[in-house]
């Protein structure tokens, strides 16, 4: 059957919704996420000043701190807690009248879906992670939604062995065999996240390679593409098209990090999260709708959203408050410890809460704007909305 892709926005078609009863929002991440700090590696690589600032950093931490800055395994969490993450999820979706159905999906975690499904109000919650799949000389993101709940924890150590194991040549043909091994079983759905992104900057040509290799391989065990709410329009453009190429469908993924709901969300008339996950494998129809905060300039979004990971939040639970409780980094002797715990007196460097009040001071209104200027608007998503 024919992939058949619906796409439309909230600006343009407000009420696309009201031939709908459900609206489904996925990939979303809650305050357990791991997100990796890796990529500050990988820029100093690309980018000279980057590197010596980066070095700068590590002889100052080691100096100060007896501290080797390790990028690989530090990493920062979102702000927001998995029942505030469901709640912000489910409230966009009610504004448009609509039952919500939100599938959590942390980073090769699933313990904020089992914290949600204890809370009545959200035990119907699918079983949801972002796994982490390394695939050749690249990576990539899989939305894996709706594991059998009896499974799900069996599942997360099988990604996880996979993940942790050294790259083979048989790690391909391993990969496959788990992807068939999902795919046959008829509830689940498998998308590839931001597929052309290419996230850890092994080089665009060489990612884009390895992802038409993969898609080549995968061939039908992935049910979508993601049309990305926190990618810019000129790359969900270019998801579209691959898709054509490809034969596949698309699907929303808003990928919401920080205070911002999700930019794009799921129109469907399922009662269920497996009645949607036949609708896009089985009947393979798919309506994506753009919410209003996509049509912003994409570089303010991004602003906006790195703004919530360095604020400070007062009102949430002790220990989660301060913008450096929420990143971790390895202590002298290997254990993770929350970077506020590694502060000399429990402060910061100077020049550390210097850069964190100047990335504060960019987005207060009538200094985003002025700052998006320096970048080409790459969104303008009001002017065309031709995906496919």
């Known amino acids: 059957m024919q992939p058949t892709s619906h796409i439309t926005s909230n600006w343009r078609e407000p009420l696309s919704a009201a031939a709908y009863s459900t609206g489904v929002s996925l990939h979303s991440h809650t305050s357990l996420s791991e997100e990796t700090l890796s990529f500050i590696q990988a820029m100093s690589t690309r980018f000279p000043g980057v590197g010596l600032l980066q070095r700068h ?31 912000l999820e489910a409230k966009q979706i009610r504004r448009l009248g609509l039952y919500p159905l939100v599938s959590i999906t942390d980073h090769d975690t699933i313990e904020g879906t089992l914290l949600l499904r204890a809370v009545p109000s959200s035990r119907h919650i699918p079983m949801s992670v972002e796994w982490s799949v390394p695939y050749g000389q690249t990576e990539f993101h899989l939305g894996i939604h709706n594991l059998p709940s009896g499974d799900g924890v069996e599942w997360m150590r099988r990604f996880a062995a996979f993940t942790a194991a050294p790259r083979s040549e048989d790690q391909d043909r391993e990969l496959m065999m788990l992807l068939r091994e999902l795919h046959e079983q008829p509830q689940v759905l498998i998308i590839l996240n931001h597929p052309i992104w290419d996230l850890h900057k092994v080089g665009e040509s060489l990612h884009l390679t390895e992802l038409r290799r993969f898609l080549t391989e995968a061939r039908s065990c992935i049910h979508a593409l993601e049309l990305n709410g926190l990618r810019h329009a000129q790359e969900n453009r270019a998801v579209g098209k691959l898709a054509r190429e490809t034969g596949h469908l698309l699907i929303s993924g808003g990928d919401r990090h920080g205070l911002e709901p999700n930019a794009n969300i799921n129109l469907t008339s399922a009662a269920n999260f497996t009645e949607f996950v036949e609708e896009i494998r089985v009947d393979r129809r798919s309506h994506i709708h753009f919410m209003d905060q996509y049509r912003q300039r994409w570089e303010q979004r991004i602003l906006r959203s790195t703004l919530n990971a360095v604020t400070d939040f007062p009102q949430f639970m002790s220990g989660w408050q301060r913008w450096d409780d929420r990143v971790y980094h390895p202590d002298q002797h290997g254990e993770m410890r929350q970077l506020s715990q590694l502060w000399i007196h429990g402060k910061p460097p100077a020049a550390v809460a210097a850069t964190i009040q100047l990335v504060r001071l960019g987005g207060l209104r009538g200094v985003a704007a002025p700052l998006s200027l320096a970048f080409p608007g790459v969104n303008e998503l009001e002017q065309e909305l031709e995906w496919v």
């Open 57 to 87: 950093y590590e002889k100052l931490c080691l100096k100060r701190y007896n501290l080797k800055l390790d990028f690989h395994r530090a990493n920062w969490r979102p702000p927001l807690q998995p029942r505030m993450a469901y709640e």
